[in-house]
């Protein structure tokens, strides 16, 4: 079985694995282990993953690839960073961001300044 079948077949829902056979040696070890934590993404979102690092970090290249926006690129970048424990989900903005941001009316002056002043 490979992960995708276990994907569908536990529908999202949280799983434990119980027991592992090192394929080369036939050792098994049991107790209570839990996937990692790419496993226990959405089948969709691995691929998506997948798709990701194989273009490099390319957000372009990932627009071509899924025929979609750069804001829906970022936006499901970080649907999916939410999920990862060892990812900043996160950072401290940088300075363009915000500007960009207040620019387009997203923050008030007084959210951009207070941004800013934590990226320092």
Same mark, same amino acid.
């Given at each position: 079985m490979d992960w995708q079948e276990l994907t569908d077949l536990t529908r999202g /829902?949280?799983?434990?694995? $119980?027991?592992?056979?090192l394929a080369g040696s036939g050792v098994a070890?049991?107790?209570?282990? $839990?996937?990692? /934590?790419?496993? /226990?993404?959405?089948?969709?979102? /691995?691929?998506?993953?997948?798709?990701?690092v194989r273009s490099h970090g390319s957000i372009k290249e990932m627009e071509r690839t899924f025929?979609?926006?750069y804001p829906t690129i970022?936006?499901?970048?970080?649907?999916i960073a939410e999920h990862l424990d060892f990812v900043d989900t996160d950072p401290a903005p940088i300075g363009t961001d915000?500007?960009?941001?207040?620019?387009?009316g997203e923050i008030s002056v007084? $959210?951009?300044?207070? $941004?800013?002043e934590r990226s320092r």
């Open positions: /829902q949280p799983f434990v694995v $119980e027991r592992v056979r070890v049991e107790g209570r282990f $839990e996937p990692p /934590q790419l496993a /226990q993404l959405s089948v969709d979102d /691995q691929i998506f993953v997948a798709a990701f025929g979609v926006s970022k936006s499901r970048l970080n649907r915000v500007v960009d941001r207040l620019q387009r007084q $959210e951009a300044l207070a $941004e800013l």
